[in-house]
């Protein structure tokens, strides 16, 4: 059911990371390094975290916008050619 919603545009929702000590171990840190890192990495340490996300989805919109007009993407630099 929740798969069927989804895919008609029924249900919206959202994944996140929930910090616990296997993958703070996981990342070689202490869980409470581990939760602040995932903590800033979520933009929740600022003061209006869905206006952040908002900019970051404009900035990505503009990105898809110019990478659908292009027929082919490649990386190149050192030790890479993608």
């Known amino acids: ?3 069927e919603r989804t895919l008609k545009g ?3 929702w959202c994944g996140t ?3 616990t000590h296997a993958d703070a171990q996981e990342a070689s840190m ?3 390094e581990y939760e602040d890192f995932v903590y800033n990495a979520c933009l929740l340490d600022k003061e209006d975290p869905v206006a952040e996300w908002r900019k970051i989805d404009a900035i990505q919109a503009r ?3 110019y990478l ?4 082919q993407f490649r990386i190149q630099a050192q030790d890479t050619d993608l």
């Open 1 to 3: 059911i929740f798969d």
């Open 10 to 12: 029924e249900l919206n």
């Open 17 to 19: 990371q929930f910090p």
């Open 30 to 32: 202490g869980l409470f």
């Open 63 to 65: 990105i898809v916008k």
């Open 68 to 71: 659908d007009t292009k027929k």
